[in-house]
T-cell receptor, first 112, second 109 residues
Framework: IAGITQAPTSQILAAGRRMTLRCTQD?????MYWYRQDLGLGLRLIHY???????GKGEVPDGYSVSRANTDDFPLTLASAVPSQTSVYFC???????????FGPGTRLTVL | RKEVEQDPGPFNVPEGATVAFNCTYS??????FFWYRQDCRKEPKLLMS???SGNEDGRFTAQLNRASQYISLLIRDSKLSDSATYLC??????????FGAGTRLFVKA
């Protein structure tokens, strides 16, 4: 692995289903982030983590949960997907809060 | 008012042209500033940080004006490969990093 990977690349999901988006980084960054990107709105922070074992809520956390069991992995879970969660989801990491963020390739999620 | 505002464009310029984008921010306590580039359907990547004294990297120059609360990006001698969306990013402390919605640039031959 070099950098950040995300899986799946894309997914079509029925409303009401549970879905976990995976994110793994190998840069040993303490800080990790989940964003969603919607047309005309830019990236909006869903949740973040400043170190393993701690997480925080971003601008649009409702309907999403995260965990940070170790430094490398930061999965995002939609407990019961709704159509408004159709979006492109980016995971990112940084060595320091407020520093350069490195992004994964994104997951395109469609909820029908 | 959005915390970070950018002109969405698109800016259509010929190769070799000079083009400039501005971005305004509302939080006067913002601490750090960046320009990211995002190609179509790809992830954002850091283009350059923006320092108080301004900074230049080849054909790209970034400026910060704290008094008027805006940052700018100047691209000289535009190349076809500069076609992308440019995201203004403002960090307000802690984990409060705000991304602008982006300015689209098309450079044509």
């Amino acid at each position: 692995i070099a950098g950040i990977t995300q899986a799946p690349t894309s997914q079509i999901l029925a409303a009401g289903r549970r879905m976990t988006l995976r994110c793994t980084q190998d840069m040993r960054h303490n800080a990790m982030y989940w964003y969603r990107q919607d047309l005309g709105l830019g990236l909006r922070l869903i949740h973040y983590s400043n170190t393993a074992g701690t997480t925080g809520k971003g601008e649009v956390p409702d309907g999403y949960s995260v965990s940070r069991a170790n430094t490398d992995d930061f999965p995002l879970t939609l407990a019961s997907a709704v159509p408004s969660q159709t979006s492109v989801y980016f995971c990112a990491s940084s060595g320091l809060a407020g520093g350069e963020q490195f992004f994964g390739p994104g997951t395109r999620l469609t909820v029908l | 008012r959005k915390e970070v505002e950018q002109d969405p464009g698109p800016f259509n310029v010929p190769e070799g042209a000079t083009v400039a984008f501005n971005c305004t921010y509302s939080n006067s306590a913002s601490q750090s500033f960046f320009w990211y580039r995002q190609d179509c359907r790809k992830e954002p990547k850091l283009l350059m940080s923006v320092y108080s004294s301004g900074n230049e990297d080849g054909r790209f120059t970034a400026q910060l004006n704290r008094a008027s609360q805006y940052i700018s990006l100047l691209i000289r001698d535009s190349k076809l490969s500069d076609s992308a969306t440019y995201l203004c990013v403002v960090h307000g402390g802690g984990f409060k990093t705000i991304f602008g919605a982006g300015t689209r640039l098309f450079v044509k031959a």
